[in-house]
């Protein structure tokens, strides 16, 4: 589910650019109006694009960049969206920051939290800031790797921490030569604030002061690279006009920023790490084949909608997908290409090819998928918990197997569904507790076992003699 763009009837772009409706190559150049109509622009500020911008943008004047508060060991499916804006800027020439807030992810953004978040310490803040910009270099490389057909050369993206300037600020400096300029009217009146102050908790000093630290970071970054763009997903707008006020006070120049539209569940929910639903882009902590699944099990309307935000398909192609969709929706084409797209950005090729073995061997029944899969990917598709190494003995049971690979807790209830048939070995249901397991039928040539409980539990046993 995603909350929709809002409506902007009259086009808010100054276009340097013809709309490549029509052509094959994913956006040669960046095309706001096209983002616009993809539904991958939700609010800009100032909310129309002035000439001098849009010029800078055409002449590759300007870099862009977008934050990431290391406060968990993974990003998810939500951060996906500002990252994916960025790679539409990269397409088109110019040049994309991430910054990964070692030092903000201390101080904690309050913007849509009902609560302050409990502070982590900065060992676990390094530990997530080194896995998440795994996470951005894999997206990257995949990116154009796989998903950018041009000879065009892209630009090089940057990743930079933004404990790298705090380090050398000390708070005094910090408020002498930052904060005067920051008015304390325009912090009173964010939503993030209003919200905490009208809340029992209240709000900290530090949470109210997180405003000022993406606000600098913006200036920093403009005199250190040039950008003039932010993006975000539409909960950063406080920030991000922190920022623009910021820099339009100190430097008499106008930035720019453009929020992505929130993925939420479909009871209005933001996806994400405070609201505990998040999938995450880390193969240890969602399996690829649990993310394909996440995509490939979207509702037809949000895989229409997905696919024009989580894909660089271009427009062409992508009304042909959604037309061949509609005229046959049992084959769903749009939920496996949408998985597809967004696997193959994430988790790369490879990442691709588990994804579609796994479900061919789980959910299309494929005996003959089952038994190529390589052993050691069971973990990343199921979870370490479901996947059991078992020595192989030559009269091990059915009742013993299941026991062991921890289908059920006690033997009666294991007993009791093998009876009714709610058991199945490589997709063979199995009524006998107490055969024997034997090669070749219980045990495929890549010596594992697949058990189901029901239609959807899946649990695999490892056989090593
Ligand atoms: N569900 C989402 N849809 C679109 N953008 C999102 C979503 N979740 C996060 N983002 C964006 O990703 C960027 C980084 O977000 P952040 O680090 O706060 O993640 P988060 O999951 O929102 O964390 P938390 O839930 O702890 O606030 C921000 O621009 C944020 O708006
Ligand atoms: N405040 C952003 C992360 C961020 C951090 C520093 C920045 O400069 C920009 C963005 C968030 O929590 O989602």
Excluded at 121 to 149: C, G, M, P
Excluded at 247 to 256: A, C
């Amino acid at each position: 589910m995603l909350s929709r763009p809002s409506a902007i009837l009259r086009s808010p772009f100054v276009t340097t650019n013809p709309c490549c409706r029509t052509c094959h190559r994913p956006f040669s150049s960046l095309n706001l109006p096209a983002l616009h109509e993809r539904g991958l622009i939700k609010d800009m500020l100032p909310d129309t694009m002035g000439t001098r911008m849009s010029e800078m943008i055409s002449k590759k004047e300007t870099s862009v960049y977008a934050g990431f508060d290391p406060t968990a060991s993974s990003l998810h499916v939500g951060n996906l969206l500002p990252l994916i804006g960025l790679l539409h800027f990269q397409r088109a020439g110019i040049k994309p920051i991430v910054v990964i807030g070692g030092a903000t992810a201390t101080i904690g953004d309050p913007s849509g939290k009902k609560t302050e978040r409990e502070r982590i310490t900065s060992d676990i803040v390094d530990e997530n800031a080194a896995a998440i910009r795994k996470n951005i270099d894999n997206i990257f490389a995949n990116h154009k790797k796989y998903l950018w057909q041009s000879e065009e050369k892209l630009p090089p993206f940057t990743i930079v921490n933004n404990m790298k300037w705090y380090k050398d600020i000390n708070a005094v400096d910090f408020l002498g030569n930052v904060g005067r300029h920051i008015r304390i009217g325009g912090m009173l009146l964010k939503d993030s604030v209003q919200t905490r102050l009208n809340s029992s908790e209240g709000m900290s000093f530090a949470e109210f002061s997180y405003q000022a630290f993406q606000a600098y970071d913006w200036l920093h970054l403009l005199k250190t690279y040039n950008c003039f763009l932010q993006i975000g997903g539409s909960d950063q707008m406080g920030n991000m006009k922190a920022g623009y006020d910021l820099i339009r006070k100190v430097t008499g120049d106008s930035p720019y920023s453009l929020t992505v539209p929130l993925i939420t569940t479909e009871t209005g929910d933001k996806f994400g790490k405070s609201a505990g639903n998040a999938v995450w882009l880390d193969s240890e902590q969602t399996s690829t084949f649990d993310f394909y699944q996440f995509f490939l099990r979207s509702s037809d309307n949000d895989a229409a909608q997905y696919l024009k935000l989580f894909s660089f398909i271009p427009e062409k192609q992508l009304t042909e997908v959604l037309e061949s969709h509609h005229a046959n929706p049992g084959q769903r084409k749009a939920q496996k290409k949408l998985a597809e797209q967004a696997t193959l950005l994430v988790h790369g090729e490879e990442g691709l090819k588990t994804a579609l073995q796994a479900t061919e061997a789980l959910f299309n029944s494929s005996v003959e998928a089952l038994s190529t899969l390589n052993p050691e990917v069971f973990p990343s598709i199921l979870g370490q918990a479901f996947v059991t190494n078992l020595p192989l003995n030559s009269s091990i049971t059915v009742l013993d197997t299941v026991m062991q690979a921890k289908c059920f807790q006690e033997e009666k209830d294991a007993r009791r569904v093998i009876g009714a048939g709610g058991v199945y070995i490589n997709h063979q249901k199995t009524r006998v507790a107490d055969h024997v397991i034997q090669a070749g039928s219980h045990i495929l040539p890549n010596n594992i076992t697949l058990i189901r409980i029901g239609k959807k539990n899946h649990y695999v046993v490892r056989w090593r003699s």
